[in-house]
């Protein structure tokens, strides 16, 4: 299973817009539809990647649990379906269904969203807070498919609290590692 590690987007940098179609009810669903929430989390995950699949129920938990103390979740794919058609928006949708999703998840079929985020891996996380500056980027905590740690969420989580709280997110954070984006064929940019 190859891995990649995430690029690590410098903290404070805004919230690059997006406007994307939402694969479970159509409607389009933009960066300032979370204006209200205290913190927002962008996540980058696909359907078919083993690293997303092994912490996929504890990030439905995860936006399940947080989502009445604040924090407004979206997840967007961006993967090429003619590559890998497991991640269509057909397939998105039902994914979104089986495993109850608590928020949207969007298709980036031009892939400028994540070029926007420099998004590199799935699952790929990035923490905004109430003025939409970047405050946390990286892993949603140490577990990965085949090394026996449990899925817990407790970097994102800690990354969150101190947002809650109004202090500072912890300064130490890891980068998030899965699997490449799925570039069309041209389309990968110069950092991927």
């Not at 980036?108 to 980027?137: G, H, M, N, W």
């Not at 202090?167 to 998030?176: D, M, N």
Request: with cysteine.
């Amino acid at each position: 299973m190859a891995r990649r590690a995430s690029r690590m987007l410098a903290l404070g940098s805004p919230a690059p817009r997006f406007a994307l179609s939402d694969t479970l009810t159509g409607k389009t669903v933009a960066l300032e539809d979370f204006s209200s929430s205290p913190a927002l989390l962008v996540a980058f995950i696909c359907n078919h990647c083993p690293f997303v699949k092994h912490i996929l129920d504890g990030l439905v938990a995860f936006a399940r649990e947080l989502g009445p103390q604040g924090l407004a979740v979206v997840a967007i794919s961006s993967n090429d379906p003619a590559a890998h058609p497991e991640d269509a928006p057909t397939e998105m949708a039902r994914l979104a269904r089986a495993r109850g999703f608590a928020f949207p998840y969007l298709y980036d079929e031009s892939q400028q969203v994540a070029k926007a985020y420099q998004a590199i891996c799935t699952p790929d996380f990035f923490l905004f807070d109430r003025d939409r500056r970047l405050a946390y980027r990286g892993q949603f905590d140490g577990s990965r498919p085949g090394n026996a740690l449990p899925v817990t969420g407790a970097d994102l989580r800690a990354a969150f609290d101190a947002l809650l709280r109004g202090g500072p997110v912890p300064a130490e954070q890891r980068p998030s590692v899965g699997c490449s984006i799925k570039w069309r064929a041209g389309q990968a940019p110069d950092w991927a």
